[in-house]
C-alpha cells in the first residue's frame, strides 16, 4: 500500500519559516517525480505545482510564486521529501499535499498518481 504522508504544516506570521516533510512507502519511487502541490479554499480552486523534483535528484522546478522562497529537497535513505519554505506571505496559506507521479512532470494534479492527505499551513499578516 503506498502512502505519503505529510507533516510540518501550521499558523505562523509572515516573513516566517516552515519546513513540510512528506514520508513516503509502500512502493520504490525510482522514476518518479515528486511535488508539493497546494490548494486554496473556495469554488473553482485547483492544485497548484508548487515545487517538483525527480527521484534522482537531478531536477527541481518551481512554481514562479515559489522562486527564491522555497526549496524542494529529497533524502532517499529516509524516503523523505522536503518543501522548506522562507519569507512566508499570508497568500501563501493553502493546504500543500505531497505527491509522486511516475515518468515525466506534468504541471496538471490529475496526472499525479499518489497523494497525501495535505497540511494545512496559515500565514497571518
Known amino acids: 500500500q503506498v502512502q505519503l504522508v505529510e507533516s510540518g504544516g501550521g499558523l505562523v506570521q509572515a516573513g516566517d519559516s516552515l519546513r513540510l516533510s512528506c514520508v513516503v512507502s509502500?512502493?520504490?519511487?525510482?522514476?518518479?517525480?515528486m511535488g508539493w502541490f497546494r490548494q486554496t479554499p473556495g469554488a473553482g480552486s485547483e492544485r497548484e505545482l508548487v515545487?517538483?523534483?525527480?527521484?534522482?535528484?537531478?531536477?527541481?522546478h518551481y512554481a514562479d510564486s515559489a522562486k527564491d522562497r522555497f526549496a524542494i529537497s529529497l533524502d532517499n535513505a529516509k524516503n523523505t521529501v522536503y518543501l522548506q519554505m522562507n519569507k512566508l506571505k499570508p497568500e501563501d496559506t493553502a493546504v500543500y499535499s505531497c505527491?509522486?507521479?511516475?515518468?515525466?512532470?506534468?504541471?496538471?494534479?490529475?496526472?499525479?498518481?499518489?497523494w497525501g492527505q495535505g497540511t494545512q499551513v496559515t500565514v497571518s499578516s
Open positions: 509502500g512502493r520504490n519511487f525510482s522514476g518518479h517525480v
Open positions: 505527491a509522486a507521479k511516475p515518468g515525466s512532470l506534468s504541471f496538471t494534479y490529475y496526472f499525479w498518481r499518489y
Open positions: 515545487a517538483a523534483i525527480t527521484w534522482s535528484g537531478d531536477s527541481t
